[in-house]
């Protein structure tokens, strides 16, 4: 290359990186495992864009897709260290670390996606969201993962004998160890990266997830078989390091949570749209899906896991009162 077009490129990218900086004062790097367009990568956004029209260019987010600044657990450290700002996950991952989050984590604690939206929406998702403070993150709000069944490479699930044995990933709680053991299986705890060809060479079975995970991941083309069994409804959260938000001053804070909140609507449209989208895109490459199963069993199968989690009088009042939520 000759040097005039070098230093031309050279000029070129910094004219780039001025318009960047000139455009935006402060701008927020956010991660999510997800790649782009899936319904939490367009939320965050969504939320940039509304934060950065509302502060005339002063608070910006750039989202890092496809785990660029890695799996979920290790970017949640990061996020802790205020190394990464923002960060879009499962409530999975802070179950070993933050208590309240291990209740909206229970299988089968939320009888539909409705009731989760009730729960999350008041008092108890406010509670929760606080919870994260004492480790040094800031919530912001809940978004929708669905619903989570399981899928596996080696043959349909239509009862829990069907399960009996085999091996599932799960995220990294030791909740989700447990909650694969009540039904007979076995759990394999590990990142979200790893899935697709650990079920390929056989290391696991199969996994558990939603509509859109199961089709963005690819995971449908190495396990096929789904089943409907709808085990979690665990909520995502969008968090902040308490770090970069201790930087801001109390109006670009309010700035930040209110673009968050906003984010939410346009989410939970987004999600529902994708749901319909992922379920007929792996019906069509020829998943079998098993709707017709008696969920009964599964959720008796659960006590144990009440049992072991559910022991301090604070779990057990947020329980009650989710229950008693309409
Ligand atoms: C997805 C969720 C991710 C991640 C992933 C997993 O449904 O959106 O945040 O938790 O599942 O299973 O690791």
């Known amino acids: 290359m000759s040097v005039y077009k070098t230093l031309s490129l050279a000029l070129l990218a910094g004219a780039a990186m001025m318009t960047t900086a000139q455009a935006c004062e402060i701008t927020l790097r956010s991660s999510d495992t997800h790649p782009e367009g899936y319904p939490t990568v367009a939320a965050v956004e969504e939320m940039g864009k509304l934060l950065e ?3 005339k260019g002063h608070l910006c987010v750039e989202v890092f897709h496809s785990a660029q600044l890695g799996e979920e657990k290790d970017s949640i450290e990061q ?3 205020g190394v990464i700002d923002l ?3 499962s409530l999975g991952p802070f179950n070993n670390i933050i208590e309240e989050t291990q209740v909206p984590s229970l299988p089968y604690i939320f009888r539909s996606v409705d009731h989760m939206h009730h729960v999350m929406d008041g008092p108890i998702g406010d509670e929760i969201l606080a919870a994260f403070e004492p480790h040094d993150l800031i919530g912001l709000a809940f978004y929708d993962g669905g ?3 399981f899928y596996n490479s080696d043959h349909p699930i239509k009862s829990m004998d069907d399960l009996k044995g085999m091996k599932f990933r799960v995220m990294q ?3 989700f160890v447990d909650m694969v053991g009540a039904v007979g299986a076995n759990a394999t ?13 056989g290391v696991i079975d199969g996994a558990e997830n939603n509509w859109p995970s199961y089709e963005s991941s690819g995971h449908f083309e190495v396990a096929k078989y789904y089943t409907l069994d709808q085990h979690l409804i665990v909520p995502e959260v969008l968090i902040m390091s308490k770090k970069s938000w201790d930087k801001l001053s109390p109006e670009d804070q309010a700035a930040v949570r209110q673009a968050a909140k906003d984010s939410v609507p346009v989410m939970r449209k987004l999600w529902q749209e994708r749901e319909a989208a992922s379920e007929a895109k792996v019906r069509a490459a020829g998943a079998q899906v098993i709707t017709d199963i008696d969920k009964t069993p599964f959720i008796d199968a659960m006590k144990p896991v009440y049992a072991k989690y559910v022991t301090s009088d ?3 009042d947020m329980v009650a009162r989710i229950q008693a939520t309409q």
């Open 53 to 55: 029209e509302r502060t």
């Open 79 to 81: 996020t802790q260290f």
């Open 87 to 89: 960060n879009r996950v």
């Open 147 to 149: 619903s989570r069944s």
């Open 173 to 175: 709680s030791d909740l």
């Open 189 to 201: 705890p590990m990142p979200y990266g790893e899935v697709y060809s650990s079920i390929q060479t």
């Open 314 to 316: 604070k779990l057990k």
